[in-house]
């Protein structure tokens, strides 16, 4: 059975750093773009970054230059290391693996986390 889980998860402060972790299991880590989004109260899950087997990434432009997304081949895991960090930046963060065509849309995506909690305090 596929399971992602994250952790990492916690609340900071505006302009602080959290880093999100993603351990990957019954899966062929190397077959699956890696995602992360986030779904904030009252609004719809949204990209936030994907990263490729080979290291090449994409980020939604709200976290450019802010959130990096790196990924362990060895270890199977995904990583999300987010600072200066905004208060809109609350929301649950998840982390998705799929075989996309499209690497903003949560729909190509075929596995899901069980989300892990960032607030972000002003």
């Known amino acids: 059975q596929v399971q992602l889980v994250e952790s990492g998860g916690g609340l900071v402060q505006a302009g602080g750093s959290l880093r999100l972790f993603c351990a990957a299991s019954?899966?062929?880590?190397?077959?699956?773009?890696m995602g992360w989004f986030r779904q904030a109260p009252g609004k719809e899950r949204e990209f936030v970054a994907a990263?490729?087997?080979?290291?090449?990434?994409y980020y939604a432009d709200s976290v450019k230059g802010r959130f990096t997304i790196s990924r362990d081949n060895a270890k199977n895991t995904v990583h999300l290391q987010m600072n200066s960090l905004k208060p809109e930046d609350t929301a649950v963060y998840y982390c998705?693996?799929?075989?996309?065509?499209?690497?903003?849309?949560?729909?190509?995506?075929?596995?899901w986390g069980q989300g892990t909690q960032v607030t972000v305090s002003s």
């Open positions: 019954g899966l062929t880590f190397s077959n699956y773009i």
């Open positions: 998705a693996a799929g075989r996309v065509e499209y690497v903003a849309g949560p729909a190509q995506y075929e596995h």
């Open positions: 990263i490729w087997w080979s290291g090449g990434t």
